[in-house]
């Protein structure tokens, strides 16, 4: 799924989102949007999936709670302390959906 930020975050470039999430442990991709005005490296959006997720067995319920994760963090993408609480959320979390061993 892509998320396009222009309307509620137009100064929030994909690649600024993309480094906040992925400090926070909710890994996305920076991803240009249709008729994108930024270039590849820096973009509008982010790329979302879910098989990281449903693979470890979080089924829709836990959508929304990602959801307001993610929100939280590009509310304040550069503040280090909102981060590192969403991060914290996010394992613990998480820690009830552990990876399966190969």
Known sequence: ML???????????????????????????KNMVPFDTRSAFQTSGIRLGTPAM???????DMMVLIAELIETVLNDPENPEVIASVR??????????PMFAW
């Open 88 to 97: 914290k959320r996010v394992n613990d979390v998480m820690a009830d959906y």
């Open 54 to 60: 449903t693979t470890r067995g979080a089924k829709e």
């Open 3 to 29: 998320v396009d930020f222009r309307s509620k975050y137009p100064e929030l470039t994909g690649k600024v989102a993309e480094n906040a999430l992925v400090a926070a442990d909710i890994t996305v991709n």
